[in-house]
């Protein structure tokens, strides 16, 4: 690719043309996928025009495609894909569940032991209880807290993504739960004590993801969530930490780093060791109440909630592979590479930024600090999009939405192979990224 000097929008149709062109195979398998599942799709986040990507395989931090171009994953399953695709100690874990035999219809063997490790790491959990998706996590956690308060508004915010049916961005979704929640704005800690003070006595929870990941990696102001933790204690609400992708930057979740303890807490993600996976817990007098031996124990069933395979490989890559140390060098790696892309863009005058914590980061073409959800929306979109595919010609995958994700198999070469596309770009596209380019389009 050379500099040329077009506009964003004629550089975009030549590189969606160029997609299309050399991926005539991902291209086939979407037709196909059309034909049975409602836009070829079953997982919304996937999907981007022209059409998605058809992944073959991965191996490590690689995938192939199904034109057979591979690429480094800076995706990794968001978050969910921590250990790579094929890490020999999940791997194991995996093939010893499957030599004693799935699906057997009761308590196994292994269930206490991830429950007891996972206790162990994050502060706010006394008890926990598994479910199949962090949605799910979520959606318990919520019904746990209106049974528990007698309470029924939800205090949440914009941009925060809970699940499926728990999206807060754009003004939300239509398939959302239906409870009653109220809508603060992120970060904004004054906006956030007056809902407080007008809603407080009828507040169940307040629910919130310590950094917004899905909403744009902008971590949540140290003062902002500590408002949330004083306005919840002090109306008597259930603060909740959704840290389905967040509890990976510090060995005891963004809690820890933040030392800001919720009463629940929600998990996802790579703790399943890469199987479906989501939990709920907190405060042992809240989760004592899914204690069977009650007489007015609260239910919470779930044929899943316990697979053996979810077990043994959340098991193995909490105690053997994801330990503290690990936690702590990831995020070290993560702002170290964070810093040398910010430095490619102010070294090129580009109004382009990666924010995030530790191995999350969200890319921004904005010259603003991005600091609230409204921040992030006001970026240029359309260059985020061809980025996007400028990127994919590099070999470098990752969210179409901007987000780049560290698995542990992603090493320093890894990590200089990024720095090097990013400089690429930067220098291939300068005329389209100066600040002034941009307040003109
Ligand atoms: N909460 C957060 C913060 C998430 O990022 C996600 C998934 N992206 C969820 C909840 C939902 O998890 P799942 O996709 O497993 O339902």
């Not at 199904?66 to 874990?93: Q, V, W």
């Not at 933790?229 to 109306?235: L, T």
């Not at 629940?264 to 042992?284: D, Q």
């Not at 992030?376 to 061809?386: M, R």
């Amino acid at each position: 690719m050379t500099a040329r000097n077009i506009t964003i929008e004629a550089a975009l149709v030549e590189a969606r043309e160029r997609f299309v062109e050399r991926n005539p195979q991902s291209r086939e398998a979407y037709t196909q996928a059309c034909s049975a599942l409602p836009g070829g799709n079953t997982r919304t986040v996937l999907f981007y025009a022209p059409f998605p990507l058809a992944i073959a395989s991965g191996a490590g931090c690689h995938l192939r495609d199904a034109d057979g171009h591979d690429y480094l994953d800076f995706l990794g399953e968001y978050t969910a894909g921590l250990y790579g695709h094929s890490h020999p100690k999940i791997r194991a874990a995996i093939d010893r569940a499957l030599d004693g035999g799935i699906n057997l219809s009761g308590h196994n063997l292994l269930e206490a032991r991830l429950a007891r490790v996972v206790c162990d790491r994050f502060p706010s959990l006394d008890l926990i209880r598994f479910t199949n998706s962090g949605t799910e996590a979520n959606l318990m956690a919520l019904a746990t807290v209106t049974v528990a308060t007698g309470r029924r508004k939800i205090l949440v915010f914009d941009g925060g993504y809970h699940g499926g049916v728990l999206y807060f961005g754009g003004g939300g979704s239509p398939v959302n739960a239906p409870h009653d929640f109220v809508v603060g704005r992120y970060n904004d800690v004054a906006h956030a004590r007056e809902l407080i003070a007008a809603h407080g006595p009828e507040l169940a929870a307040i629910l919130v993801e310590p950094m917004l990941g899905s909403g744009g990696c902008i971590p949540g102001d140290p003062n902002f969530l500590q408002a949330l933790r004083d306005g919840a204690s002090a109306c008597g609400a259930v603060l909740i930490f959704d840290e389905v992708m967040t509890s990976r930057l510090a060995p005891g979740g963004l809690q820890e780093a933040l030392c800001i303890i919720p009463d629940m807490t929600t998990l996802g993600k790579y703790i399943g060791g890469g199987m479906s996976f989501g939990a709920f817990g907190g405060r042992a007098e809240l989760m004592s109440r899914y204690d069977p031996r009650r007489p007015d124990a609260l239910p919470h069933a779930g044929t899943f909630n316990n697979n053996i395979l979810t077990m043994s490989a959340g098991l193995a890559g909490m105690t053997e592979i994801f330990t503290p140390q690990v936690a702590i060098e990831l995020s070290a790696r993560g702002e170290t590479l964070r810093a040398r892309l910010n430095e490619a863009c102010a070294a090129q005058g580009a109004a382009m930024q990666f924010t995030g914590r530790g191995s999350l980061m969200a890319v921004h073409f904005s010259a603003r600090p991005v600091v609230t959800p409204r921040d992030a929306a006001l970026g240029h979109q359309a260059l985020k999009e061809l980025f996007f595919f400028d990127m994919l010609e590099r070999g470098i995958y990752f969210a179409r939405r901007g987000m780049l994700i560290l698995s542990l198999p992603v090493g320093d070469a890894e990590c200089d192979r990024l720095v090097e596309a990013v400089q690429d770009f930067l220098v291939t596209r300068a005329p389209l990224l100066q600040a002034e380019a941009l307040s003109a389009a």
